[in-house]
């Protein structure tokens, strides 16, 4: 069990440019979670997919778009990036006891 | 909305007991969760409390108070390896979505 895989681990973008982060659950987990974290901060919820099939935006959804492309899959996609989204990303999936389970994340510049 | 509020920083040494105080102002409740974060790792789930009480995982312990919108996570037996960021969340409503805590960074000192 791979758990909860993210790509890419690190990614450089110019402003304007735009990326694909890829998502991965192993777990047959229905709920899927988009994060970003800065720093001495806590997590704040970009997008939600409660279940395939649906997405739903969460605090800070501006300037992001989502995929949920089947049950184990779900992508964030930056279409113009800003010096304001150089962040940690972190997907997530949720088990049935309410646990996040949380992937080794995206670590993102925008220069 | 919800907002959580925890200390920024505690300082301890081997061996001894911390507790970790969050207090929430939320519309609705259904959990309060806890998370713990090692420096460039991803964050871990620690617990979660529907109920008052506490809930005894090993040397961590969780409680809640829905009364007093308040919870605690204690550390006993500190331990170098539980230096980290230790993050509250709570679930305020019947959908999916946690909300999180800014943090409260652990130092383990020898």
């Known amino acids: 069990n791979a758990g909860v895989t993210q790509t890419p681990k690190f990614q450089v973008l110019k402003t304007g440019q735009s990326m694909t982060l890829q998502c991965a659950q192993d777990m047959n987990h229905n709920s899927m979670y988009w994060y970003r974290q800065d720093p001495g901060m806590g997590l704040r919820l970009i997008y939600y997919s409660a279940s395939e099939g649906t997405t739903d935006k969460g605090e800070v959804p501006n300037g992001y778009n989502v995929s949920r492309l089947n049950k184990r899959e779900f992508s964030l996609r930056l279409e113009s990036a800003a010096p304001s989204q150089t962040s940690v990303y972190f997907c997530?999936?949720?088990?049935?006891?309410?646990?996040?389970?949380f992937g080794p994340g995206t670590r993102l510049t925008v220069t | 909305g919800q907002s959580l509020e925890q200390p920024s920083e505690v300082t301890a040494v081997e061996g001894a007991i911390v507790q970790i105080n969050c207090t929430y102002q939320t519309s609705g409740f259904y959990g309060l969760s806890w998370y713990q974060q090692h420096d460039g790792g991803a964050p871990t789930f620690l617990s979660y409390?529907?109920?008052?009480g506490l809930e005894e995982t090993g040397r961590f312990s969780s409680f809640l108070s829905r009364s007093d919108s308040y919870g605690y996570l204690l550390l006993q037996e500190l331990q170098m390896k539980d230096s980290a960021s230790y993050f509250c969340a709570v679930r305020g409503s019947n959908d999916y979505k946690l909300s999180f805590g800014a943090g409260t960074t652990v130092t383990v000192r020898a």
């Open positions: 997530a999936s949720q088990g049935i006891s309410y646990e996040q389970y």
């Open positions: 409390n529907a109920l008052d």
